[in-house]
């Protein structure tokens, strides 16, 4: 059965980093387009970062130039590293392929 499951979640003040780890089991991983979604309280949930099969990579306009999505093939992980961050980075993340979703970490950011 494939699985998503993430990890690095936690508590940081504005301006700190966290880098979140999504590892795949299955065949998933090297198919498709490993995206972070991020999902705030009363807000609907967003496109954070995706990277491409090809190692193409894209952002939301909020983070760009502080977030990095990356990826080990070999290790079926993808990784976000976050800096400078702010508290409108605070929500549940989430790591997806196709229909798989993770079950989410939570980020909260204070001022």
């Known amino acids: 059965q494939v699985q998503l499951v993430e990890s690095g979640g936690g508590f940081v003040q504005a301006g700190g980093s966290l880098r979140l780890s999504c590892a795949a089991s299955g065949g998933i991983f090297s198919r498709n387009t490993m995206n972070w979604y991020r999902q705030a309280p009363g807000k609907q949930r967003e496109l954070v970062a995706r990277i491409t099969i090809w190692g193409q990579t894209d952002y939301a306009n909020s983070v760009k130039g502080r977030f990095t999505i990356s990826r080990d093939i070999a290790k079926r992980t993808v990784w976000l590293q976050m800096n400078s961050l702010k508290p409108d980075d605070t929500a549940v993340y989430y790591c997806?392929?196709?229909?798989?979703w993770g079950q989410g970490t939570q980020v909260t950011v204070s001022t």
């Open positions: 997806n392929a196709d229909t798989i």
